[in-house]
């Protein structure tokens, strides 16, 4: 069964920093694109980020380019967001979610974990 | 960037009532369309990949189509569990981008 577990919510001050993780198991992670989406309170969703199954292709959205970091440790089966110069606009529940491949498909968003709460406030 | 427009942006429905929701791409994305449902508090469940393919687990009475720029998702016969808020998603270039969901209520 394929689980994502997310991890390093928090409150933190405008222009702060946070890490987030998320831990994967009942798949072979380092097969698989992973991804960030997140949602802000009430709002609806948002993609963030990307990430290869090696880490050699990433995207991200506008918004957090330059100031977000996708990366993973395939080893590890983790995948982390580093957010730095933190806005009150980045609250939100950040989720993160494996996309499946099959049959030449691209399966987005496939499963997802259960979310941590990103509140940046004064 | 490629815009997603859902619509209608709420709307309520009886049980067993037929829905169509829209969603609507400023340019073609072929058929690299997902939707999502989101019931309140809990996390987003795929439905439907590839516009219209079924995702295993998923109850017959969802049904999506479309390619190009417009899509519909379908629910034969709403039941009290389908209302939730349903989201599309394109990928079929970066930055990917999310319909502004829409909202079904119960009537």
């Known amino acids: 069964e394929v689980q994502l577990v997310e991890s390093g919510g928090g409150l933190v001050q405008p222009g702060g920093s946070l890490r987030l993780s998320c831990a994967a198991s009942g798949f072979t992670f380092s097969s698989y694109w992973m991804g960030w989406v997140r949602q802000a309170p009430g709002k609806g969703l948002e993609w963030v980020a990307n990430i290869k199954e090696d880490g050699s292709e990433i995207h991200y959205v506008d918004s957090v380019e330059g100031r977000f970091t996708i990366s993973r440790d395939n080893a590890e089966n983790s995948l982390y967001l580093q957010m730095n110069s933190l806005r009150v606009e980045d609250t939100a529940e950040y989720y993160c979610?494996?996309?499946?491949?099959?049959?030449?498909?691209?399966?987005?968003?496939?499963?997802w974990g259960q979310g941590t709460l990103v509140t940046v406030s004064s | 960037d490629i815009q997603m427009t859902q619509s209608p942006s709420a709307m309520s429905a009886f049980v067993g009532d037929r829905v169509t929701i829209t969603c609507r791409a400023s340019r073609d994305i072929r058929n690299y369309l997902t939707w999502f449902q989101q019931r309140p508090g809990k996390v987003p469940r795929r439905l439907i990949y590839g516009a219209s393919g079924l995702e295993s687990g998923v109850p017959s009475r969802f049904s999506g189509s479309g390619s190009g720029t417009e899509f519909t998702l379908t629910i034969s016969s709403l039941q009290p569990e389908d209302f939730a808020t349903y989201y599309c998603?394109?990928?079929?270039?970066?930055?990917?981008?999310f319909g502004g969901g829409t909202k079904l209520e119960i009537k």
């Open positions: 998603l394109q990928h079929d270039s970066y930055p990917l981008t």
């Open positions: 979610a494996m996309i499946g491949y099959n049959s030449g498909w691209y399966h987005f968003f496939q499963y």
